[in-house]
Structures are given as structure tokens and as C-alpha cells.
């Protein structure tokens, strides 16, 4: 059974920054590409960042370029994003997902409809 766990997810001030974590478990990690999404109330959700499998690849947001930073840790079987100069406009609810996808691909291979596993969401809440 496959496991997206999202944690980090908390109240912030403008300005500040916070550590968000993806947990994986029942995949084979290393054959996923992974990506964040977030969805603030009454919108959409959106594409946040991806990161290729092998990690050679990180794709952003234009929101989000420059403040945030997309990791892995394959061994570890985790994803993290470093969010930092955070703006209330960050205020959302914050998805993990995953897409078996092993060849370095572009932005639009990150899609809401083209991931295979989502996790449940962690809240963000930044503060002005």
C-alpha cells in the first residue's frame, strides 16, 4: 500500500521560513519523480515543484523560484521542501505526490491529473 505522508506544515510569519517533509513508503522510491503542490482556499490546486528521480532535475513555480528549494533523500525514502522569504500568498494547503517516472522530464510531466499517489496535505499558514 502506498503511503504519502506530508509533515512541517505550522504558522509562520511573512518573511520567515519552514522546512516541509514527504514520508514515502510502499514504493520503490527511487523509480518516482515527486513533486509539491499546494492548494489555498478557494482556488485550484497548483504545481508547486518537482524533483526527477535521480534528482538532476528540479523544476519550480515562478511564485515559488528562488525562495524555495525541492530535495530528496532516495536512501531515506523522503522529500523535502525549504521554504524561505515566505509571503501570505504561500497560505495553503501543501501536497506530496508521486509519479513513476524514471527519465529526467520537463514541467509538464507535473500535473494534478499525471501523478500516481498523492498524500493527504499539511497546512501552511503564513502570517503579514
Known amino acids: 500500500q502506498v503511503q504519502l505522508v506530508e509533515s512541517g506544515g505550522e504558522l509562520v510569519q511573512a518573511g520567515g521560513s519552514l522546512r516541509l517533509s514527504c514520508a514515502a513508503s510502499?514504493?520503490?522510491?527511487?523509480?518516482?519523480?515527486m513533486g509539491w503542490f499546494r492548494q489555498a482556499p478557494g482556488k485550484e490546486r497548483e504545481f508547486v515543484a518537482g524533483?526527477?528521480?535521480?534528482?538532476?532535475?528540479?523544476l519550480y513555480a515562478d511564485s515559488v523560484k528562488g525562495r524555495f528549494t525541492i530535495t530528496r533523500d532516495n536512501a531515506k525514502n523522503t522529500m523535502s521542501l525549504q521554504m524561505g522569504s515566505m509571503e501570505p500568498e504561500d497560505t495553503a494547503v501543501y501536497y506530496c505526490?508521486?509519479?513513476?517516472?524514471?527519465?529526467?522530464?520537463?514541467?509538464?510531466?507535473?500535473?494534478?491529473?499525471?501523478?500516481?499517489?498523492w498524500g493527504k496535505g499539511t497546512l501552511v499558514t503564513v502570517s503579514s
Open positions: 510502499g514504493v520503490t522510491f527511487s523509480w518516482y519523480a
Open positions: 524533483i526527477s528521480a535521480s534528482s538532476r532535475t528540479r
Open positions: 505526490a508521486a509519479r513513476k517516472l524514471q527519465v529526467e522530464a520537463g514541467r509538464h510531466y507535473y500535473t494534478e491529473y499525471g501523478m500516481d499517489y
